[in-house]
């Protein structure tokens, strides 16, 4: 039996991950599972599964979550450090889906104990990559992608060598707003933004891949994973996300990898890994399908891509500085505070008091450092909307 951890076990990926161990239960020794405010959903799965640990991030949610587990067997916790130590406890496999930065400090202390790492947290390497990589190298631990973009990439370039790689083009749907007036997307409503045409996602990803903050955070990781330079990185909008990346060689070659537009897809590849093993997911049928489109994404109506550019141009703290800004700025357009432009507005403001701060960026990628730039990044995002309202 293979030991598995699912961290983000109530979102999306971890409710995928869940449906394909519960196809096969014995073959899985759930270690522990952890989410948010959802302890009822926790709490089924974690019995359901028999976990020996179940973990809400919400510490003034415990008692809730200890009850939903009473004569379970289950052990519940709260709060980071209990996401900390649930991390430390030793797994074959560990699922990072945990939304946002907070995936960051569990997915390295499963490095730190030689696991594998499914990696569907884009945080992670974007905040603090080359931490991140040294953490698995130094011991003996493996990344492996489950973003279904950085996943077809991968499969791509199974028995190639990088050095034949010219370039890495990932494909993005165009969220929600993809065809609308420019003028329009100041008036756009939350409601509007958390709907999107092609994935069934969670609010905040969903709400991402509308301003393409999720693509911007791709590419800055795309860079830190395989190892390119930014200029090796493309981006087109493809609205039917059949095809999830491709790989370019030197030869003129290109290589697609497609499939319908399942989680499952990537999570099983990574699940099974070194196998290939059947997955109940749609079968394409091409001819149904009839065409697939892509188009060069308008930056003037995606300026994250830019701002991704920017990123890797910088280097040192500035991918930590990004995302924490841009995680700041969403959490201000869900409270109705800013309008849908303006979270790309916020995060360049933040980048650029960063840059113009002696020595800010030029700091060592410790984690402390990254840590603490994190939390200065969030304090400047909410003033950069202060002043402007004053």
């Not at 974690?46 to 976990?51: F, P």
Request: with cysteine.
């Amino acid at each position: 039996m293979r030991r598995v951890s699912i961290f983000g076990a109530t979102g999306s990926v971890g409710q995928n991950t869940i449906d394909l161990i519960d196809r096969n239960p014995s073959a899985y020794d759930v270690v522990a599972l952890t989410g948010g405010a959802n302890i009822e959903k926790l709490a089924d799965d974690a019995r359901r599964l028999k976990a020996d640990l179940a973990v809400t991030a919400h510490e003034d949610r415990l008692e809730d979550l200890r009850a939903a587990l009473s004569g379970s067997g289950v052990e519940a916790a709260a709060g980071r450090a209990a996401l900390t130590e649930a991390a430390a406890r030793p797994a074959d496999w560990v699922m990072s889906a945990i939304v946002g930065a907070a995936g960051l400090l569990p997915g390295l202390e499963a490095l730190k104990q030689g696991a594998t790492l499914a990696l569907a947290n884009k945080e992670t390497l974007v905040c603090a990559g080359p931490l991140v990589l040294e953490t698995a190298r130094k011991h003996n631990a493996r990344l492996l992608p489950v973003d279904s973009e950085h996943s077809a990439v991968f499969q791509a370039l199974v028995g190639e060598e990088m050095d034949a790689v010219e370039r890495i083009i990932i494909t993005a749907s165009g969220g929600a707003f993809r065809d609308w007036p420019l003028s329009d997307l100041v008036n756009a409503t939350v409601e509007q933004a958390s709907s999107h045409p092609n994935w069934d996602m969670g609010q905040r990803i969903t709400i991402d891949s509308a301003s393409m903050f999720n693509k911007a955070l791709e590419v800055i990781e795309t860079w830190e994973f395989f190892g390119v330079s930014p200029n090796q990185i493309e981006v087109l909008v493809h609205p039917e996300s059949i095809v999830h990346s491709l790989v370019g060689f030197n030869d003129g070659a290109v290589m697609a990898h497609m499939g319908a537009p399942d989680m499952r897809h990537a999570i099983g590849y990574a699940l099974h890994w070194p196998d290939r093993r059947e997955l109940p997911v749609e079968r394409l049928n091409l001819a149904k399908l009839g065409q697939l489109r892509f188009q060069d994404p308008d930056e003037a109506r995606y300026p994250a891509l830019r701002l991704a550019r920017n990123v890797m141009q910088r280097g040192g703290l500035s991918g930590a500085v990004f995302n924490a800004a841009k995680e700041r700025a969403l959490d201000l357009f869900i409270a109705r505070r800013v309008s849908f432009p303006e979270m790309a507005q916020i995060v360049e403001s933040v980048l650029d008091r960063f840059e113009s701060s002696d020595g800010l960026l030029d700091a060592s990628l410790t984690l402390d450092n990254v840590l603490q730039t994190d939390h200065l990044a969030r304090k400047w995002a909410e003033e950069a909307v202060m002043q402007k309202a004053g």
